[in-house]
T-cell receptor, first 112, second 114 residues
């Protein structure tokens, strides 16, 4: 099925550990984004990319790193996990921003 | 900076009743506006979008929304709610010029009672 695939679906980390959340899309979308969703705060943009090799910071980038070596993949790296990074993370992609995003099913991350 | 307000955090409606979810935005120029729906444990799905043309837009699942520039609003409506519409709904706004940094509202959780 065409769409945005996120792995893993669930993850528990200890404080200080690092990990990579994977995101892949097969729709040849140029634009990809990472959001975090927290209760009462909606979705907040972490990082985004407008094409392979081009990334930029969003609203809440601290503690996260991204790279975009291919059109299909846009991994999100947590450098040193903190309890404040406990959240649900969504990857999204779009062909043209005005058309809206296709979202992945999310990764629920707990940092203890 | 652009912002989105969804004043109702939680709404309960009876099955078969009409629905209106409110969304107000703050932005200087004509925005791009979206409504998304999120079922429990799922990602967000695009319901409808507006970026030009007719201010009344139709979406999937029988939803529609009307852009009112004078009121800076983009309210979502459905004439008759089904139990399967129970979900959380997010309004979002973006602006033109390359990549849109889309801003999302905090969401409205819809409960449908028999």
């Amino acid at each position: 099925n065409a769409g945005v695939t996120q792995t893993p679906k669930f993850q528990v980390l200890k404080t200080g550990q690092s990990m990579t959340l994977q995101c892949a899309q097969d729709m040849n979308h140029e634009y990809m984004s990472w959001y975090r969703q927290d209760p009462g705060m909606g979705l907040r943009l972490i990082h985004y990319s407008v094409g392979a090799g081009i990334t930029d910071q969003g609203e809440v980038p601290n503690g996260y790193n991204v790279s975009r070596s291919t059109t299909e993949d846009f991994p999100l790296r947590l450098l040193s996990a903190a309890p404040s990074q406990t959240s649900v993370y969504f990857c999204a992609s779009s062909y043209i921003s005005e058309y809206g995003y296709t979202f992945g099913s999310g990764t629920r991350l707990t940092v203890v | 900076a652009q912002s989105v307000t969804q004043p109702d955090i939680h709404i309960t409606v009876s099955e078969g009743a009409s629905l209106e979810l409110r969304c107000n935005y703050s932005y200087g120029a004509t925005p791009y506006l979206f409504w998304y729906v999120q079922s429990p444990g799922q990602g967000l799905q695009l319901l409808l979008k507006y970026f030009s043309g007719d201010t009344l837009v139709q979406g999937i699942k029988g939803f529609e929304a009307e852009f009112k520039r004078s009121q800076s609003s983009f309210n979502l409506r459905k004439p008759s709610v089904h139990w399967s519409d129970a979900a959380e709904y997010f309004c979002a706004v973006g602006f033109s010029g390359g990549y849109q940094k889309v801003t999302f509202g905090i969401g409205t959780k819809l409960q449908v009672i028999p």
